[in-house]
């Protein structure tokens, strides 16, 4: 069965330091997204992109964060310098088209110390 | 208003009974509703979901029951096993740009064996 991956699945990180998470899609998806949950509490939406650009993004995804694929199958995020408050799990999801479930990995814990 | 509101927050339930689980919305515009189970350090995954169009979906012991007019929607676990401990999220997917879903808080869910 197609899953989104993601590595690493834990990542510890300095304050300030920049941390690059990285996803793999299900082939064939078209949207793309990150959502992000801090312990304990629901998931939030961060950033969707189709087509090779965000098509939106909540107020959380301020400019320490960018988006990018790099390639026909990797979708990373950067958290450019981070804060104690950046640590929490990060999903990547993926849709195939819209009104479809999306598919989310299995997460990266992000732990900012 | 973006929000799915849910409840109860948490539910403890006999073996073999049945969990109900409730989720309310005001926005219209939301047009795909899907639920997530998530256990511990893991990522959501699809249970079931529903189209508004659609008043009941059931898949095995998991049955949604969708009120169009009231803006409201619930998850039924027939039958609960130990095993269906975790948390559920019901979501709601909007098309803004990039079709995001929107989570509710979640409800922990404990089936006491």
């Known amino acids: 069965e197609p899953e989104v991956t993601q590595t690493p699945s834990h990542q510890v990180t300095q304050m300030g330091q920049e941390v690059i998470l990285r996803c793999v899609p299900i082939s064939n998806h078209l949207y793309f997204y990150w959502y992000r949950q801090i312990l304990g509490q629901k998931v939030e939406f961060l950033v969707s992109f189709y087509n090779n650009e965000i098509s939106e993004k909540s107020e959380i995804f301020d400019d320490q964060f960018s988006v990018e694929r790099p390639d026909g199958s990797n979708f990373t995020l950067k958290i450019r310098s981070t804060k104690l408050e950046d640590s929490a799990m990060y999903f990547c999801?993926?849709?195939?088209?819209?009104?479809?479930?999306?598919?989310f990995g299995q997460g990266t814990r992000l732990t900012v110390v | 208003q973006q929000q799915v509101k849910q409840s109860p927050q948490s539910l403890i339930v006999q073996k073999g009974g049945i969990s109900i689980i409730n989720c309310a919305y005001e926005?219209?515009?939301?047009?795909?509703f899907p639920w997530y189970q998530q256990f511990p350090g893991k990522g959501p995954a699809l249970l079931i979901a529903i189209r508004p169009d659609v008043s009941e979906k059931k898949e095995g012991r998991f049955t949604i029951s969708f009120n169009k007019s009231a803006k409201q929607f619930s998850l039924h676990i027939m039958d609960s096993q130990p095993g269906d401990s975790a948390t559920y999220f019901c979501?709601?997917?909007?098309?803004?740009?990039?079709?995001?879903?929107?989570f509710g808080a979640g409800t922990r869910l404990f089936v006491k064996a």
């Open positions: 999801a993926s849709r195939g088209g819209l009104s479809t479930e999306a598919f």
């Open positions: 979501a709601a997917s909007i098309n803004t740009g990039g079709f995001k879903t929107i």
């Open positions: 926005n219209t515009a939301f047009d795909y």
